[in-house]
């Protein structure tokens, strides 16, 4: 039985701190794909079409019933074979992101829902459009409720993009099972990963708090707490 | 011409007949809308503004169709309207919720609507909040900035639904105050209320609803006066 041995790990910090960084780069690429992708899903799947509910239903259903982990060798694989050659990170951009876009469209669309009809008729019966009603008024108080489900599915996804490990994007995931193979140390390295993991989500679950505070909740409690019913990714 | 003029109009909201084939002109003074609760006093309202459509009939504001989806929004910014429920937008402040449709709607300059923001907010009494969001002001706070956020607009009427009924009695004497000295100005207003008192002292007419019809329309004293069983038994409930 020998005992804890950290050197390796010091020794190799760069290589863990590089994947500290992709794993930052994978999740702020998965954020951004992720929102600009749930907000439209959540217009199509709350509109009185069939024609713009159906697919967008079937988005939503498909990367919410399926596991992640499928998801991204599906892309990873699949891509090839269509003949679009692709990176990993790319990839795992791309699948984590529309696997993150699917649960924050819920999440949108159940803050959309929630915004209360009297701002409405008030919206309208001050002169707005529909499209100025939902501008000024709708979005930035679906946004208000959605805002705090919203980053607790961003930490998991934060969390889940260490499956990208399995199609070799070298994340810090990737990078400690690199690590651990050759120098047999994997009790240092995983709690050594551990604790890469939370600082990440400990900073982002502290920017959420205070941006929450500083540009919600300060202004005073809400008609309409968004229900914990809404799912979140894993 | 009639401010607003309501043609055999009828009101469904799917089998249930609201409005029946009510025909009405309102004019450049204080109308009262009374009866009893359901009978039809804010869908008419919200009929008016074009907040519900209607099934049958017309209403003209100011000459302009409410049937013509394209006239809504000149005939909003015609018809101010307070709701019950203040409905203000809890994610702006206080100047925000009065400027917003200014700035966005009439192209008004951010500093000039917002020099009229402060004195419409003056007028009700709520200067020092202007920076305050909804959640931190009380009912009765919140309705009068309603209040000013409708008149921002310049609106020719003023459209309101039972301001007073959320709000415990001390609050709705401050809102109704507000109202009086806006008549006071010679701002054209039809309120539904239940304000039996109010309505009596400050509107020039009575419009008396029941069951989606209008029962009763007469100036205000001989409403008051009159020998009707359903109106009397009416002022008794709410009295
Ligand atoms: N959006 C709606 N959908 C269906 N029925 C409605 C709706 N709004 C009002 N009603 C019905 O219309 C009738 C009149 O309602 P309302 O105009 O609110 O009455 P009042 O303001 O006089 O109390 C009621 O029977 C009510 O249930
Ligand atoms: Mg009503």
């Given amino acids: 039985m020998s005992s804890l041995y950290f050197g390796d790990v010091f020794k190799n910090a760069d290589v863990l701190l590089r994947g500290l960084g992709i794993t930052f780069l994978i999740s702020v690429g998965s954020l951004v794909l992720g929102l600009i992708i749930a907000l439209p899903v959540a217009f199509m799947r709350n509109s009185r079409s069939g024609l713009l509910r159906f697919p967008s239903s079937l988005y939503v259903e498909f990367f919410r019933n399926t596991p992640l982990l499928a998801q991204l060798f599906f892309f990873f694989y699949g891509l090839p074979e269509l003949g679009i050659n692709t990176n990993a990170i790319v990839v795992a951009i791309i699948a984590i992101g529309l696997n993150t876009g699917a649960y924050n469209s819920e999440v949108i669309r159940a803050g959309l829902l929630s915004v209360d009809k009297g701002l409405i008729d008030a919206s309208y019966a001050l002169g707005m459009s529909p499209l100025q009603s939902t501008v000024y008024v709708v979005l930035p108080n679906a946004f208000r409720v959605a805002f705090k489900p919203l980053s607790s599915t961003f930490i998991n996804m934060v969390l889940g993009t260490s499956t990208a490990a399995s199609v070799t994007a070298n994340e810090l995931m990737n990078s400690a099972v690199v690590l651990a193979g050759n120098v047999f140390r994997p009790f240092e390295i995983y709690s050594t990963i551990f604790v890469g993991y939370c600082l990440l989500t400990f900073t982002l679950s502290f920017i959420a708090k205070f941006a929450d505070y500083h540009l919600i909740s300060k202004h005073g409690k809400m008609k309409n707490a968004l229900k914990s019913s809404v799912g979140v990714s894993g | ?239």
């Fill in chain 2, 1 to 239: 011409m009639a401010v607003i003029d309501i043609k055999n109009v009828t009101k469904k909201f799917g089998d249930n007949t609201v409005l029946n084939n009510i025909t009405l002109e309102l004019n450049d003074e204080i109308s009262a809308i009374l009866g009893p609760s359901g009978s039809g006093k804010s869908t008419m309202l919200r009929c008016i503004n074009g907040l519900e459509p209607i099934q049958q009939g017309d209403i003209l504001v100011d000459g302009v169709s409410v049937k013509t989806r394209s006239n809504l929004r000149r005939i909003r910014k015609t018809c101010g309207m307070v709701f019950q429920q203040f409905n203000l937008f809890p994610n702006l402040d206080v100047i925000q919720n009065v400027t917003l449709s200014p700035i966005k709607i009439l192209g008004q300059k951010r500093a000039s609507a917002e020099k009229h923001a402060h004195s419409l907010l003056e007028k009700v009494g709520l200067l020092e909040k202007a920076r305050h969001y909804p959640a931190q002001l009380s009912g009765g706070q919140q309705q009068r900035v309603a209040i000013a956020r409708a008149l921002a607009m310049n609106p020719k009427i003023l459209l309101l639904d039972e301001v007073t009924s959320a709000l415990d009695p001390e609050m709705t004497a401050d809102v109704l105050k507000i109202l009086e000295s806006l008549a006071g100005e010679g701002t054209t207003m039809i309120m539904v209320t239940h304000e039996i008192s109010f309505a009596r002292r400050v509107s020039k007419r009575i419009l008396f609803i029941d069951q989606g019809s209008i029962a009763a329309d007469m100036p205000t004293d001989a409403f008051f006066s009159v020998d009707d069983q359903r109106i009397q038994k009416f002022l008794q409930h709410v009295g």
